[in-house]
């Protein structure tokens, strides 16, 4: 009699794992396009960056401040944000490589490379310093940016970064393993085609970033100890990245500070931006 139940036991679980893995994959990709950025009427601008046509945009006035993407998303992610910030800061928001407006190059797609793009920008733009405010890939890339040019960085702001690869949540994790371009939905390429400047590019772009998001970031805690600049690592309670990691983040920064903002998930700085802007906005001003 406990055949039966014992064999569909192992069919039960695999279909709700698939069920997670799924929800997984529809959760972050409902995040990655959680600002619509369709309609917008921004003049933005290009600037030939090492061996790419990058796209940024340049808004406000004040002391300069980066806006770092997610990863398969693009500057528009901050949309909701700039009005506010703009106030304060020069804001400058560029899309990254193979994602938004931006070109791809050849070879895989890397945090340090994307952070690289970021100086060569700066350097663009003259600006000798700057502020950085990243939200998930864009907080690893502030990451590797505050590890290997601690000169040009005063304050870095991360949301829901990883410093390893092992840094997501099981359900997530397992999601990434398996999931492929198609898995980012019809959404999502509807999304990348609009902007792109090379629509067809979808799958090959969204391989790069699954490959580097199953690798990548490899941070030392030795790395994160170097870290000069004033820190502030923020994740929802609900984020995709583990606690506990995002715990041993901000203790491995000198100095940093942690918040994890109650109720909510991976996309913090947009679903609560009522706590999130002032208190980064303070934070900057210091």
């Known amino acids: ?46 600037a030939q960056i090492r061996g790419i046509r990058m796209y940024y945009e340049v808004r406000g006035h004040g002391p300069p401040l980066l806006m770092l993407h997610g990863g398969a998303g693009g500057g528009y992610q901050f949309d909701p944000l700039v009005p506010a910030f703009a106030k304060r800061h020069r804001l400058v928001v560029p899309d990254a490589c193979a994602q938004g407006r931006t070109g ?27 502020d950085v405010m990243g939200w998930s890939d ?4 502030g990451l590797d940016l505050a590890v290997h040019h601690p000169d040009r960085i005063r304050h870095l702001v991360t949301f829901g970064a990883n410093f390893t690869a092992d840094g997501l949540e ?17 959404a999502a390429r509807a999304k990348y085609q609009l902007l792109s400047p090379r629509p067809a590019h979808f799958e090959a772009a969204m391989d790069k970033i699954l490959q580097m998001w199953r690798t990548l970031p490899q941070f030392t805690l030795a790395d994160l100890h170097q870290i000069r600049a004033k820190a502030l690592i923020v994740a929802g309670e609900h984020d995709i990245i583990r606690r506990e990691h995002t715990e041993q983040l901000a ?24 706590l999130v802007t002032p208190r980064v906005l303070e934070f900057l001003s210091h």
């Open 104 to 130: 791809d190059r050849p070879g895989p797609l890397t945090y340090h490379d994307m952070a690289e793009d970021v100086v060569a920008l700066m350097d663009h733009l003259h600006l000798k310093t700057a």
């Open 1 to 46: 009699m406990l055949a039966g139940p014992a064999t569909c036991a192992p069919t039960v679980a695999i279909a709700r794992g698939r069920r997670a893995r799924h929800a997984a994959g529809a959760a972050l990709t409902a995040v990655l396009l959680l600002a619509p950025g369709c309609a917008r009427l921004v003049r933005g601008h290009h």
């Open 138 to 141: 864009g907080g690893d890339v």
């Open 170 to 186: 099981p359900t997530m994790a397992e999601w990434v393993r398996s999931a492929t371009a198609v898995s980012f939905g019809e």
């Open 251 to 274: 203790r491995s920064i000198p100095g940093a500070e942690l918040w994890i903002v109650p109720g909510a998930g991976h996309g913090v700085m947009l679903e609560r931006s009522d």
